[in-house]
């Protein structure tokens, strides 16, 4: 069973750039698209991008002029950056398997990780 | 962007009870519809893709259905590993958007 592992800083100051990494395990990194989505505190869920394993990139267009998503296929990883982040930034991270196919679905999620933005 | 809505935002319910969730998107997604079920601190986990069609795993208790904007989740027979909180999500147009969600609590 494919499993999804988030890592990165916790904190992060403001005006400065959001790096997390997620981790593919028992699995290929082939063939899918890999996400970002996250959720701040209390609140809902936002789809923030993916990238294809060829490394073809899709984005949110209210995320897009700070975000960049890459993959290292050799690692089996994925890659978050998120620039001039603010308080706003504050939430938990999720990496996420979409499977289309058919499915067009998120059907694989890492456990998310915290990443507050305070100096 | 499609505008995903749900209701209610929160309902209670007693063990046993068949409660009925309801999406409805601001355009039409076909039948490209996913459910999520939430509980504290975890990661969403999907019920249901394609709008009916049931994930590997997940009870049969759980169904849906619906295509084009209005879409609904039921659940037949409420157990209590069920009060968590549902998303809807569609998968039909860029950006993919979510529904606020709907808290299921234990009346």
């Known amino acids: 069973q494919v499993q999804l592992q988030e890592s990165g800083p916790g904190l992060v100051k403001p005006s400065e750039t959001l790096s997390l990494t997620c981790t593919v395990s028992?699995?290929?990194?082939?063939?899918?698209?890999w996400n970002w989505i996250r959720q701040p505190p209390g609140k809902g869920l936002e789809w923030i991008g993916y990238v294809y394993y060829s490394g073809s990139t899709n984005y949110n267009p209210s995320l897009k002029s700070r975000v960049t998503i890459s993959v290292d296929t050799s690692k089996k990883q994925f890659s978050l950056k998120l620039s001039s982040v603010t308080a706003a930034d504050t939430a938990v991270y999720y990496c996420a398997r979409f499977f289309g196919s058919g499915s067009n679905a998120f059907d694989i999620w890492g456990q998310g990780t915290m990443v507050t933005v305070s100096s | 962007d499609i505008q995903m809505t749900q209701s209610p935002s929160s309902v209670s319910a007693s063990v046993g009870d068949r409660v009925t969730i309801t999406c409805r998107a601001s355009q039409g997604v076909s039948s490209w519809l996913a459910w999520y079920q939430q509980k504290p601190g975890k990661a969403p986990k999907l019920l249901i893709y394609a709008a009916s069609s049931l994930q590997s795993g997940v009870p049969s208790r759980f169904s849906g259905s619906g295509s084009g904007t209005d879409f609904t989740l039921t659940i037949s027979s409420l157990q209590p590993e069920d009060f968590a909180t549902y998303y809807c999500?569609?998968?039909?147009?860029?950006?993919?958007?979510f529904g606020q969600g709907t808290k299921l609590e234990i009346k």
């Open positions: 999500q569609q998968a039909n147009s860029f950006p993919y958007t």
């Open positions: 028992d699995g290929s990194i082939s063939t899918y698209y």
